[in-house]
């Protein structure tokens, strides 16, 4: 079975604080992929990353990053300094192997509030 | 270019109607899923198809029907609606190959059972 937690239900920041946003999985399988996923107030929920589990390289756009790490089993997402637009409910998710075969396991997202 | 697209938007039914939620893609994609996203939950897999005529049951499907007749729909049918059912729906649409994703969420069913 395969699991995601987000330990973290809310965090709240002041504007142009960083702040990271843990991703904790669970996989039996050596092949597999990690998201992130942005959901607005308004609903609608957007792909930002896809990882797969052999690239370990840290990814970096923008004012968001990602850091991977086998080790730990973790996929954490970081937003530096932060704006207004960013606050939203992110989700972390995993896929086992087989390309786009099969769905998703979500985590149950992280509120992220960044203050004016 | 529509990318996936969902109806109703928001519908209210009462306990044991039967509906169904549309979904449809047009970017010619072979997996197209359904998901249904409860307060704390975060989104639950109901059912996923890999291509048309073929479908599979995800971490939730009792209580759901799909079908894939076509590459573009992939309905979902509440048989005997419940009020466990009130839920925002969501269908995905997705093409991978072992490099790249790309991955899109229609805008979601907002679903009310009294």
């Known amino acids: 079975a395969q699991k995601v937690t987000q330990a973290q239900t809310e965090i709240s920041v002041v504007e142009k604080e960083d702040v990271t946003l843990d991703c904790v999985y669970e996989t039996r399988d050596t092949t597999y992929y990690l998201f992130w996923y942005k959901q607005p107030p308004s609903g609608e929920l957007v792909f930002l990353i896809r990882?797969?589990?052999?690239?370990?390289q840290n990814e970096i756009s923008g004012r968001y990053s990602w850091n991977f790490q086998k080790s730990t089993s973790s996929f954490n997402f970081t937003i530096t300094a932060s704006q207004v637009v960013d606050s939203a409910v992110y989700f972390c998710a995993l896929r086992n192997g087989g390309g786009g075969a099969d769905g998703l396991t979500f985590g149950k997202g992280t509120h992220l509030i960044i203050q004016p | 270019n529509a990318g996936v697209t969902q109806t109703p938007k928001f519908q209210v039914l009462k306990t044991g109607q039967s509906m169904t939620l549309q979904c449809a893609q047009d970017m010619n994609h072979e997996y197209m899923s359904w998901y249904r996203q409860d307060p704390g939950m975060g989104l639950r897999l109901i059912h996923y198809s890999v291509g048309a005529g073929i479908t599979d049951q995800g971490e939730v499907p009792n209580g759901y029907n799909v079908s894939r007749s076509t590459t573009e729909d992939f309905p979902l049918r509440l048989l005997s609606a419940a009020p466990s059912q009130t839920s925002v729906y969501f269908c995905?649409?997705?093409?991978?190959?072992?490099?790249?994703?790309?991955?899109?969420f229609g805008p979601g069913t907002r679903l009310l059972v009294l």
């Open positions: 995905a649409s997705s093409w991978a190959t072992g490099i790249q994703e790309t991955q899109y």
């Open positions: 990882r797969n589990s052999f690239d370990e």
